[in-house]
């Protein structure tokens, strides 16, 4: 099948597309590659280096499916240039909707985010729950999600809501919580942790990938599904943390920020997607990287400060 990743550059992008190619599909990698590409030549892969919204007809010869990663990606990077994530958010989702209803595509799958939902004091935050994003990030998150399910006559729409996704990718990202504190406590044997009771929904990236190839392949219902394997607070993190790494302290820091996430994915689980990834066994795969010298601390795995320092 041959499959048009948006944002296939990126940190869950290079993982799902080195996948991808291992189950023999034919992948066409779109990102304008803001951070370096760690994705390696292989046989079934095209790479085109350009902003969604440059995309024309004939990028979209014979694609089956879109999978839409392509974004600025957190909160305080988005807050750098809000303008630019409105545009790619909304303007360049819809772009690829026209193109893709054109062209006939069959499957859109997005990669929103569980933070659409803003703070809620349920207990079991569901898929029908009123949408309050705070951010600019979570807000084009929204807009993007309404400008796809506006095309669900023309292709199926499956729009997924994760938690902060954790673990090893080429394209490595140290600016997530589980992936950051992990790092402090096997280089500096101490986990910082802000404030500590803030809850976030959390989410293995080999189960993040398994969730979009799932959508993939499956004939599943259309629609929006959440996407996290549990909540945990950021000190009950640092605890579990503490548990392979027994030697460091968790040392709590002050916060400004008590927002908690969470997120049920009860949705998902019914159509039969299994989550296989535990936080123990996540947290055990990245000691195993960061002790083969995988994982390194090169600049370009925080997002922040390396597009601050590009600019
Ligand atoms: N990582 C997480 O914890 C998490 C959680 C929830 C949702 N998501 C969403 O999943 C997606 C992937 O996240 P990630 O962590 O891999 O982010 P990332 O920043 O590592 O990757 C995003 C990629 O998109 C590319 N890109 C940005 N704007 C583009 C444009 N206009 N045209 C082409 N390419 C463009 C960037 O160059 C980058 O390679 C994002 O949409 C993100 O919002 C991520």
């Known amino acids: 099948m041959k ?3 948006t944002g296939g550059g990126g940190y869950v992008g290079t993982r ?3 996948k991808l190619l291992d189950l023999n599909h034919e992948v066409i990698v779109v990102d304008i590659f803001w951070f370096p590409n760690f994705l390696k030549k292989r046989k079934n892969l095209k790479i085109i280096k350009k902003d969604i919204i440059q995309l024309t007809d004939k ?4 694609v089956n499916t879109i999978i839409h990663l392509a974004s600025i990606a957190n909160d305080p990077a988005s807050n750098l240039d809000p303008k630019l994530t409105w545009e790619i958010s909304c303007q360049g989702t819809m772009h690829l909707c026209e193109l893709a209803k054109k062209n006939k595509i069959k499957k859109f799958i997005f990669a929103s985010s569980g933070s659409v939902y803003g703070i809620k004091k349920e207990q079991n935050v569901t898929e029908n729950l009123s949408l309050l994003p705070i951010s600019d990030y979570n807000k084009t998150k929204m807009v993007a999600e309404r400008v796809i399910l506006s095309y669900k006559k023309f292709f199926s729409c499956y729009i997924i809501r994760p938690g902060t996704v954790f673990g090893y990718s ?3 990202r140290l600016d997530l919580m589980i992936n950051i504190l992990t790092f ?6 101490t986990i910082n942790v802000f404030g500590g009771k803030q809850t976030r929904p959390f989410i293995h990236i080999s189960d993040m990938i398994d969730i979009y190839i799932f959508f993939l392949k499956k004939n599943k219902k259309p629609g929006i599904y959440n996407a996290s394997y549990g909540n945990l607070s950021a000190l009950k993190t640092a605890e579990e943390i503490k548990k392979i790494f027994k030697k460091c302290k968790i040392k709590i820091m002050k916060s400004n920020d008590p927002r908690s996430y969470r997120l049920s994915s009860q949705k998902l689980k019914k159509t039969g997607f299994k ?4 936080l123990h066994e996540g947290i055990n795969e990245l000691k195993k990287y960061f002790e083969i010298g995988k994982i390194k601390n090169t600049k370009s795995a925080y997002s922040i400060n390396w597009i601050k320092s590009k600019n």
Do not use: C, G, P, R
Not at 59 to 62: E, N, S, T
Not at 275 to 278: A, D, M, P, T
């Open 3 to 5: 499959i048009l990743v």
């Open 16 to 18: 799902l597309v080195n």
């Open 59 to 62: 990028h979209f010869k014979d």
């Open 170 to 172: 080429e394209k490595m």
């Open 184 to 189: 402090q406590a096997m280089t500096k044997k």
């Open 275 to 278: 989550f296989k990834i535990s």
